[in-house]
């Protein structure tokens, strides 16, 4: 009988629940704002939000402790003006695996935004409709499956991340261990079925999302079609 630490699994979904809530704010604004305006630094800015994907999570998980360990200006700040320390916190673990995933809310949301067709928005305005109650009611609306699969795919991102999470968060049993570095201290330790057990958990979890995903966004592919 395998021993699991369903703490683990509880803590993952909570991480990447609000890590996924954080992209659907920020994600969806900038993909937006980067969709709808024209700015000098655009495409530069476009860079820098995609540059969680390909660079590696070490990497991602370096700059963060820079910036958010005790020495660096944000956590420095945040200790000094109301005694909050991030590193080694599940909310540490949130904010990694957010960074992380942004991009794939934040590419899908953009290509969502910029398939609209501009003449339904200018339809609107010409009703006296205003550019807030424009997007709440027309661009969101036609743009929400392509947002949706892309936050679905963040989800999933984040239920996995590891690299920048174990360095800012570490490996607390109960506190910061989330399901994928559960599995890594199961693999060091040489507990393999325990190590089994939370890769069939976890993989079980992801190919969920990922369906559903993939199913979304035939749908709204298939929907593209039919409207052509």
């Known amino acids: 009988m395998v ?3 369903w703490s683990a699994l509880w803590l993952s979904l909570k991480v990447a629940g609000w890590a996924t809530a954080i992209n659907l704010v920020l994600g969806v604004g900038f993909g937006a704002l980067l969709a709808r305006r024209r700015f000098p630094g655009h495409e530069l800015l476009d860079t820098v939000f995609t540059l969680p ?6 990497v991602l998980g370096y700059y963060l402790l820079v910036l958010i360990g005790s020495k660096g200006p944000l ?15 599940w909310q540490a ?7 992380a995933s942004f991009p794939l ?7 969502a935004f910029e398939d609209v067709d501009g003449q339904l928005e200018q339809a609107a305005r010409t009703l006296g409709v205003s550019e807030l109650a424009l997007f709440f009611r027309v661009t969101l609306p036609l743009a929400w499956r392509g947002i949706l699969a892309g936050l679905l795919l963040s989800f999933a991102r984040a239920m996995g991340e590891f690299g920048a999470t174990i360095m800012v968060a570490g490996s607390i049993p109960g506190r910061t261990q989330t399901l994928s570095i559960a599995i890594y201290e199961a693999v060091q330790a040489g507990n ?14 992801c190919i969920s999302v990922l369906l559903l995903a993939a199913r979304l966004v035939g749908r709204r592919q298939e929907g593209a079609r039919n409207v052509a």
Do not use: C, H, Q, Y
């Open 3 to 5: 021993d699991l630490d």
């Open 53 to 58: 994907m390909v660079l590696p999570p070490t």
């Open 75 to 89: 956590g420095a700040w945040l200790e000094s003006s109301f005694g909050i320390n991030l590193v080694f916190t």
């Open 93 to 99: 673990a949130v904010i990694a695996a957010a960074v």
């Open 105 to 111: 809310v934040f590419k899908p949301a953009r290509a």
């Open 192 to 205: 393999d079925g325990r190590a089994n057990a939370l890769v069939l958990l976890s993989s079980l979890v």
